[in-house]
């Protein structure tokens, strides 16, 4: 089959590698009908993520076709249209059982590969690094999902490709970024981040009842399509004050739930002499935030290329009894409700498409994606 | 914790199972934080101990390492299942293809075991993964643009 493929010499290509196979009872063969680009994958294309072999094929938000499935699978049968969660998690062990997926104990074929990164095993991820899972990623043909009655979703008829395509990661992260904030009703929230993910967290946050809604950004384009789409007030980074303006927003008391989802690396992978040593980068969105959350309110992290930051203000987190939570999606708990909000028109995800590309011009696609942030919101390959 | 009360197979080469002395909690807080060979490596399983252990047999993926290990089994608090404790024997002779892998980390490829033996006991199989690039050989290009992935088009 055809699969973006990440090769030697720090390339993108469009390559033949051998079809999926079945490797577990519970797996199912989804032929792609759509596969999107993340701002995730933007650290892998530069080499910044150990561990990433050339060869592996990437990708992780997805939708499409069941076309084999393996002997234990109950949900699924041959020709189902299905959206698949971009994390891998059982729902078996502790963790899966009490509705936090994206920390699954047994999401990874080698469980022990990233508990010295993160100290502990974490759900797996399609397309990423070896330890992140084993899992080829998306931009291909075909994609085997492993735990499929757990992890793809059957998609409602009335809910067209590229709505419910978003429903694999940017839907259910947005969403946890509102709901992990504690979102209630009458609340004032802010979303670091115009992308994808952070329009979602802000049109979430109305969904949950905040009675005011601002996104942070440096792209215009980007704030207008949050202005338009979600109907949230911005904030433009380049030209202003953000906490002056944030202050301005939320009569002075500063924003009840702040939410970061600039999306990127917002650390590098350094070592701990490295780090101590000044050259980690401070993760700006997440501190700006510490600071313009009212006291006793809420910051919720999102960004998935966060790894080590240091000269974070811990001061301000104590002495304004902050409560800073972060957390990976949990498509598995959040994906049935979001598609039924798609199926009522309550989420509108289709414009955030704003590019398609053969499988063939994937490479172009992510070009596409990391150079003009200011026009591809977005780019979604369609490998048939 | 309180006291542990075990519930231990130790399995000879030939699969005899055989009480053991109970252990301390200071004993399994230390199996927990340090990861070398000769300490208890530790993982808690979402289940009840007579499934993890059924009739004290040991499962598959430990079943390979008999002889070279002891085993333990305490119920996990608040009701979260069963702590499954691992560690080295003494002087262990490693059989077959787990002599290979060992290395000179016996500690790891205990670990590796007990993870498997959980996913095993907690979804019914142990995943395995996709092709790596390096089992799947060359990624033979089609006929397509090819960017430097920090590159290209600006």
New interface residues.
């Given amino acids: 089959m055809?699969?973006l493929?990440?090769?030697s010499?720090?390339?993108?290509?469009?390559?033949?590698?051998?079809d999926?196979e079945l490797?577990?009872?519970?797996d199912v063969i989804v032929r792609v009908r759509r596969s999107a680009t993340c701002g995730a994958d933007l650290p892998l294309?530069?080499?910044q993520v150990p561990g990433l072999?050339?060869?592996?094929v990437l990708g992780h938000e997805f939708l499409g076709d069941v076309v084999e499935v393996g002997a234990?699978v109950r949900r699924h049968r041959v020709g189902d249209r299905v959206v698949v969660c971009a994390s891998v998690a059982?729902?078996?062990?502790?963790y899966c059982?009490r509705g936090l997926p994206s920390c699954c104990?047994?999401?990874?074929?080698?469980?022990?590969a990233n508990e010295a990164e993160w100290g502990h095993?974490v759900a797996g991820c399609f397309g990423l690094p070896?330890a992140a899972?084993?899992?080829?990623g998306s931009h291909a043909e075909y994609v085997?999902v492993?735990?499929a009655d757990v992890g793809a979703f059957p998609v409602p008829e009335s809910v067209g490709d590229d709505r419910a395509l978003f429903a694999s990661d940017a839907a259910p992260a947005g969403w946890l970024g509102a709901e992990g904030g504690e979102v209630r009703p009458g609340d004032v929230v802010a979303v670091w981040g115009a992308g994808a993910v952070g329009q979602l967290v802000a049109r979430a946050a109305w969904l949950l009842g905040a009675e005011r809604v601002v996104v942070v950004d440096r792209h215009p384009a980007r704030l207008l399509m949050a202005r338009r789409h979600v109907g949230a007030e911005t904030i433009d980074r380049r030209d202003t004050d953000v906490a002056a303006e944030l202050r301005e927003f939320s009569g002075g008391r500063g924003p009840d739930v702040c939410v970061e989802a600039v999306g990127g690396p917002a650390g590098e992978h350094l070592s701990l002499a490295a780090r101590f040593s000044g050259r980690a980068r401070a993760p700006e969105a997440v501190r700006e935030a510490v600071y313009a959350c009212r006291k006793g309110g809420s910051v919720f992290v999102l960004n998935g290329g966060a790894r080590h930051v240091d000269a974070f203000p811990v001061g301000t987190v104590v002495q304004k009894g902050l409560t800073v939570r972060g957390g990976r999606q949990h498509g598995q708990r959040h994906i049935p409700m979001l598609l039924d909000r798609m199926a009522r028109d309550e989420l509108r995800t289709e414009y955030l498409a704003t590019h398609h590309f053969p499988l063939?011009?994937a490479?172009?696609g992510?070009?596409l994606f990391r150079?003009r942030p200011e026009e591809c919101l977005r780019a979604v390959f369609t490998p048939h | 914790m309180g006291r542990v009360g075990t519930v231990v197979a130790v399995a000879g080469a030939l699969g005899v199972a055989a009480a053991r002395a109970t252990r301390t909690a200071v004993t399994r807080q230390r199996a927990r934080r340090v990861a070398r060979p000769g300490c208890w490596q530790v993982v808690t399983v979402d289940r009840p101990p007579e499934q993890v252990l059924p009739s004290a047999a040991w499962p598959e993926p430990l079943r390979r390492l008999d002889g070279a290990v002891e085993v333990a089994v305490a119920p996990a608090p608040g009701g979260r299942g069963t702590e499954l404790a691992a560690r080295a024997r003494p002087h262990a002779v490693w059989p077959g293809l787990a002599a290979h892998l060992l290395g000179d980390d016996p500690g790891l490829l205990v670990r590796r075991t007990l993870w498997q033996v959980k996913q095993l006991v907690e979804t019914g199989e142990v995943l395995r993964a996709d092709r790596t690039p390096g089992e799947r050989g060359p990624v033979p290009p089609i006929d397509a643009p090819r960017w430097p992935a920090d590159g290209p088009p600006r």
């Fill in positions: 055809r699969a493929c990440w090769t010499g720090g390339e993108l290509a469009v390559g033949q590698v051998p999926p490797r577990n009872d519970h294309l530069t080499g072999a050339a060869g592996e234990g059982c729902g078996a062990c502790w059982r104990d047994n999401g990874s074929t080698d469980p022990t095993p070896r899972g084993g899992f080829a085997r492993p735990y063939e011009r490479a172009e992510y070009a150079d």
